[in-house]
């Protein structure tokens, strides 16, 4: 299952016990989900999760999405998203902004059990503003041990600007040493956050702040602009573009 180029928008999945995938639930072996625009889902009932998607496969990847003011409600988790993947997770140059829920109200990640085989990776992902009510992750929410063996399954998280308080901003099951590419709650100095713009404007601490090793890096950004313009990738779905070559594509 692939999504590309998609607009989910404004979309409910409400009901007395379980709604799941407020706006998209993919259930799929290989899940992969590009460039889209996710705003204003709401997951609900009393165990709501996933307010813009909840995505469960072996395999799932997130490139460029700009995930923005859904709400899961209830006791759910994943304001933004839930991802449940049981070999792999690859989350590269997201933006999770201004998402709720009870836990984990960006980002809520499940990872696989077997830890000998399992790989999550969170590459240049931009989180801001979101909200988790019971102050636990609100915006990163990792379940390391499928299982419940007290071994972690592997997760890396290179330069992504996340609240790192423990347990509010950040929360594991079992503890993850924080690279220090990592940015720890940084005003990203979005052109205008109020009216959904998102873009960065000139001076953001996330232009060039992403890591230049980044595996499988999207050549152009959520809207077309080549990545990579000045000497770094940068943080976040939008690359900043201050109109000197190259110039981006469009589509």
Known sequence: MTVNRGQIENNNAVTGLYGVGGGAYISATTATLTNNSITGNMAGGYW??????????????????????????GRGCGGGAVISATTAATIINNSFTTNTARLGGGLCLATGSTETTYSAKLYNNLFWDN??????????LIYNDGDNDYFPSPV??????????????????????LDPTNLNQIDP???????????????????DAGYPGT????????????????????????????GSPPRPFCS
């Open 156 to 177: 890396t998280l290179l330069a992504n600007n996340f609240d790192q308080a423990q347990p509010t901003g950040f929360s594991s099951t079992l503890p993850i040493t």
């Open 215 to 242: 595996p499988d890096l999207p050549e152009l950004d959520i809207e077309g602009t080549p990545r990579f313009l000045g000497a770094s990738v940068d943080i976040g779905a939008y690359e900043y573009d201050d």
């Open 189 to 207: 100095l979005f052109v205008d956050a109020s009216t959904g713009d998102f873009h960065l404007q000139p001076g953001s601490p996330m232009i």
């Open 131 to 140: 909200v988790a009510n019971e102050n636990q992750g609100a915006d990163l």
């Open 48 to 73: 709501g999760s996933g307010g813009g998607v909840r995505l469960s496969a072996t395999a799932a990847t997130l490139t460029n999405n700009s995930i923005s003011g859904n709400t899961a409600i």
